[in-house]
C-alpha cells in the first residue's frame, strides 16, 4: 500500500515530530492510568482506528489495560480481537500490519478472524521489562485502506517510548506504595497492632466490623500472636470505648476462686472472704470482659458463663440475689476450641454461643512483610538510648528466616535483647540472639526453608498467587498443593 493511497482513504500518518512530542510528554506522567490514556490517544486519534486497545500481562495473563474505540467499535474484551493475529506478534515479538486479515494467507480460514471481520489491523509489541508485557493494538472492521505499512516504523517507536513510560508509572507506583507504607502509620499501626500485610489488612478490616456488635467475640490464633491487643483494639473501636476494658486470663485462676473472680462474692461466703469483693462482670459493665484462653475456665463454670451469656443475669459467691450486667463478652484461645468440645472437654453449648464472631489473629511466619515496622515498633519502645538506633539488613534478613514459634511476642524480646548487648547505633547480625536454638537449626532443612521462602514470596506479592507462582518458577497448581499440605490455603 502506497502512501498515497493512504493518504486518499484519510488515513493518518504518525510524524517524526508526533512521536517526539507525545515521548517528552509520555516521559512527564507518572501514574499508569495516565500513561495509558496518553498511548491511546495518540495511536487511535492519528490513525483513525475504530478499537484501539493496550494489552497487558499481570500474573502471567493477557488482558484489556485499556481502551478506545469509535466508529463502528463498541467495547471489547480479549475474546473480541483476533488471538490468531495477536499470537503471532507476541510469539514472534515483531509487528502485524494486515490490509484485510480475511484474505491474508498468514490468517485467512482462522474463525477468529472471520467472526471478527477485521478488514484492516496493527499489532506492536511493547519492549518487555520486569514490568511491563503486551502490545498495542488497532484494527478496523469498516475500512481495509485506513492503516499503512508506513506507520510500522513510527508505531514501533511508540511502543518503545510508551514502554518506558509504562515501566516508570510501574516503578513509581510501586515507590508511592511504598513510601505510603512507611509513612502511613494509621495503615500500618493500629492502637498496638502493628502491620500492613494482607493478612493484618483483613484483620483491621474484621475488626472494624465485629466491633460494631454486642455479640460475643471468639478470638484464636497461636500463643503471642497479640490476641489480647485485637480484644483492645475491637473494644476501642465500638461504640463502649469510653467504658472499662478488663482482662481475666483464664489459665491461671485456682477453680475455686475463678467463680468469684468473674462473679464476686459476698463477705463470709467461704474461706478467706473477709469483706464483699465486686466481680469482674460488675466491674466492666458498659464495657468489656476480655477471657482470654477461655479453654481452661473449669467444666462446672462453663455452665454459669453460658447462663450469663444467654441472660445477662449472674449471682455473686454466697448471694441469694439476681444481677444484670451490659457488658460486652470477648474471648480467647491458642486450643481449637472446637476440637475440645468434640472430645468434650468444652462444653459445646458454650462453644457455639461463643464463636458467633470468630476473628484470627496471624502468626508472625505469615506476615514476614511486617517485620520491618514491628522490628521499629519495638525499637523505640525499648530504646533507652538518646540515639535513635537503626537494624542492619543482615540483621533483618536474620529476623526474616526464623520461624518465630513465639510469634510477635518472642520478636518483641528479641529486640530488648538486641538493644540491650548492642553497643553500635544499629543492631548488627550477631545482636539478634534467638531464644530457641534447636528450632533454628531445624529450619535448615530444605522443607521448612520450602515452606518459609513460598510464605515470603506470597507475603510479599499481597497474596496474589499466579504472580507468587511466577516469581517461584513454579507452577499455580504445584503452589496450591503445597499451601494444602501445610492448611495454609486451598
Not at 18 to 30: D, T, Y
Not at 208 to 227: F, H, N, Q, Y
Request: overall charge neutral.
Amino acid at each position: 500500500m502506497t502512501e498515497q493511497k493512504a493518504g486518499a482513504s484519510g488515513s493518518g500518518l504518525l510524524t517524526s515530530e508526533q512521536i517526539l512530542a507525545v515521548g517528552q510528554k509520555l516521559m512527564e506522567l507518572r501514574p499508569l492510568a495516565e500513561v495509558l490514556d496518553a498511548v491511546l490517544d495518540m495511536a487511535a486519534e492519528t490513525m483513525h482506528a475504530e478499537t484501539a486497545l493496550i494489552l497487558l500481562k499481570d500474573s502471567g495473563k493477557l488482558s484489556v489495560a485499556a481502551q478506545r474505540h469509535t466508529g463502528a467499535g463498541v467495547a471489547r474484551g480479549l475474546a473480541d480481537i483476533s488471538t490468531s493475529l495477536l499470537d503471532e506478534a507476541l510469539t514472534k515479538h515483531e509487528p502485524v500490519f494486515t490490509e484485510s486479515a480475511i484474505q491474508d494467507p498468514r490468517f485467512s480460514g482462522k474463525s477468529s478472524i472471520i467472526l471478527q471481520g477485521i478488514q484492516a489491523a496493527v499489532i506492536v509489541p511493547l519492549s518487555e521489562t520486569l514490568y511491563v508485557r503486551g502490545a498495542i493494538y488497532l484494527d478496523s472492521r469498516s475500512d481495509r485502506t485506513l492503516f499503512s505499512p508506513q506507520n510500522i516504523g513510527p508505531l514501533s517507536t511508540l511502543a518503545a517510548l510508551s514502554t518506558i513510560a509504562m515501566e516508570n508509572a510501574r516503578r513509581y507506583d510501586i515507590a508511592r506504595r511504598e513510601l505510603q507504607l512507611l509513612k502511613g502509620e494509621k495503615a500500618k499501626a493500629r492502637g498496638g497492632l502493628v502491620g500492613s500485610s494482607p493478612s493484618m489488612m483483613e484483620l483491621y478490616s474484621l475488626i472494624e466490623r465485629v466491633a460494631a456488635s454486642d455479640l460475643p467475640v471468639l478470638i484464636t490464633g497461636e500463643s503471642g500472636t497479640g490476641k489480647e491487643l485485637v480484644a483492645r483494639e475491637i473494644h476501642q473501636s465500638s461504640e463502649r470505648r469510653g467504658k472499662p476494658f478488663l482482662a481475666l486470663y483464664c489459665g491461671n485462676v485456682a477453680p475455686q476462686l475463678f467463680e468469684s473472680e468473674l462473679f464476686g462474692h459476698k463477705r463470709g461466703s467461704f474461706t478467706g472472704a473477709t469483706q464483699d469483693k465486686q466481680g469482674l462482670v460488675e466491674a466492666a459493665r458498659g464495657g468489656t470482659l476480655f477471657l482470654d484462653e477461655v479453654a481452661d475456665i473449669p467444666g462446672d463454670l462453663q455452665t454459669k458463663l453460658l447462663r450469663f451469656l444467654q441472660e445477662g443475669e449472674y449471682r455473686a459467691v454466697g448471694d441469694t440475689k439476681t444481677y444484670r450486667a451490659d457488658v460486652r463478652i470477648v474471648t480467647a484461645t491458642n486450643k481449637d476450641l472446637k476440637r475440645e468440645a468434640i472430645d468434650g472437654r468444652f462444653r459445646s453449648d458454650l462453644f457455639y454461643r461463643l464463636y458467633i464472631l470468630p476473628v484470627h489473629a496471624p502468626p508472625l511466619r505469615e506476615r514476614l512483610s511486617d517485620m520491618q515496622y514491628l522490628t521499629r515498633h519495638f525499637i523505640e519502645k525499648y530504646d533507652k538510648a538518646e540515639r535513635s538506633r537503626s537494624i542492619s539488613p543482615e540483621a533483618l534478613r536474620k529476623l526474616m528466616t526464623y520461624s518465630w514459634p513465639g510469634n510477635v511476642r518472642e520478636l518483641e524480646n528479641t529486640v530488648a535483647r538486641a538493644l540491650v548487648v548492642s553497643r553500635g547505633d544499629r543492631l548488627e547480625a550477631e545482636d539478634i540472639l534467638l531464644e530457641d536454638a534447636e528450632r533454628a537449626a531445624d529450619d535448615l532443612s530444605w522443607k521448612s526453608a520450602e515452606q518459609k521462602h513460598i510464605m515470603h514470596v506470597l507475603s510479599v506479592c499481597a497474596g496474589n498467587k499466579s504472580r507468587a507462582a511466577e516469581l517461584l518458577g513454579i507452577s499455580r497448581r504445584y503452589l496450591h498443593y503445597k499451601l494444602k499440605e501445610w492448611g495454609e490455603g486451598e
